[in-house]
């Protein structure tokens, strides 16, 4: 019963309220950036709210049930990583081996959710924005599980995220080793590739192919899809945060400090995408496959010298 009220409470209620925050502050910061006014608080919700209340359209000659099942998909694979996230963080004695790799596994589904959805709906743009999105996911995941690989070598191998917590609790975050601050970076830049923000946001690429593979998505399809994408504003940051940065704490003053860290993060990735202009996928792919592997292969080396 426990479980269920995480899953429904910390992995559904919080992580969204969290992500919808986020989704505000991403874009009060761009706005600034624009020298604009920006949305007022409750903007992010209003937006899917309506979405909820107008019709769903399914494209004439498109797999119907994969096309609604997508969203639905991604949606539950957020809800569950945000939960095994939240347990992991706040009772770290419950996680269990190799729940690491479970979380790269289960933040892979909202893209292939994706990917589905773009290809089921049989639409020319929305099959192209799906093949970018399977091209990104190639090429950004190699890095990504390369950086998560320092944490496993500085924390005594381990594949338990409540172990790697632990260890950072008692010896302090990895972000403050030369191995650890180079993964951060090479995860933070493949997070920004996660998200589908710019530069890597190439399947949606509005002012190409029209939002790639959500362009026939309406009503409830299309509000899931922005709710999932909103949780992930929070659970990718909070992963890297658990992580590098010793997590979150609820104590006193490290509750400002832990807030801190992940609008930090936030601001971060707005800032990036607020500055960079937008690759091409040939370029992303080279780009992770080169500069980034090798950055991450070398933060592996000094990680094993205990560096």
Not at 111 to 128: E, K, Q, T
Not at 142 to 160: C, D, E, H, N
Request: charged content about 10%.
């Amino acid at each position: 019963m426990i479980y269920i009220f995480y899953f429904l409470f910390f992995g559904f209620l919080l992580t969204a309220i969290i992500g919808l925050l986020a989704s505000w502050i991403d874009r009060k910061v761009t706005a600034k950036v624009q020298y604009r006014v920006g949305p007022p608080l409750l903007q992010p919700l209003i937006d899917i709210v309506k979405l909820l209340g107008k019709e769903t359209l399914i494209p004439a000659g498109s797999s119907k049930i994969t096309f609604l099942m997508a969203p639905v998909i991604g949606l539950a694979s957020v809800i569950l990583v945000s939960t095994l996230l939240w347990i992991n963080n706040i009772y770290p004695a419950k996680s269990f081996l190799g729940d690491l790799i479970v979380v790269l596994y289960l933040l892979v589904i909202p893209s292939i959710s994706i990917i589905m959805g773009g290809f089921a709906s049989r639409n020319p743009l929305a099959s192209l924005g799906a093949s970018r999105e399977m091209k990104l996911v190639l090429g950004y995941e190699l890095p990504f599980i390369l950086a998560m690989l320092v944490s496993v070598i500085k924390s005594g191998y381990t594949f338990r995220l409540g172990e790697i917590l632990d260890f950072q609790t008692q010896n302090g975050a990895f972000v403050g080793s030369w191995s650890g601050a180079l993964a951060l970076i090479v995860a933070i830049i493949c997070m920004q590739a996660k998200l589908a923000l710019v530069p890597f946001d190439i399947p949606e690429a509005e002012t190409e192919i029209i939002g790639g593979p959500l362009i026939e998505y309406s009503g409830s399809g299309l509000a899931i899809y922005r709710l999932m994408k909103n949780m992930l504003m929070f659970t990718v940051p909070f992963f890297l945060i658990i992580v590098f940065i010793g997590g979150l704490r609820f104590d006193g003053i490290h509750l400002l400090y832990g807030g801190l860290k992940y609008i930090g993060l936030v601001v971060l990735m707005t800032l990036i995408r607020n500055t960079n202009p937008r690759v091409r996928i040939d370029q992303a792919v080279k780009f992770f496959w080169g500069p980034m592997t090798i950055i991450a292969i070398i933060a592996i080396i000094l990680a094993l010298l205990g560096r």
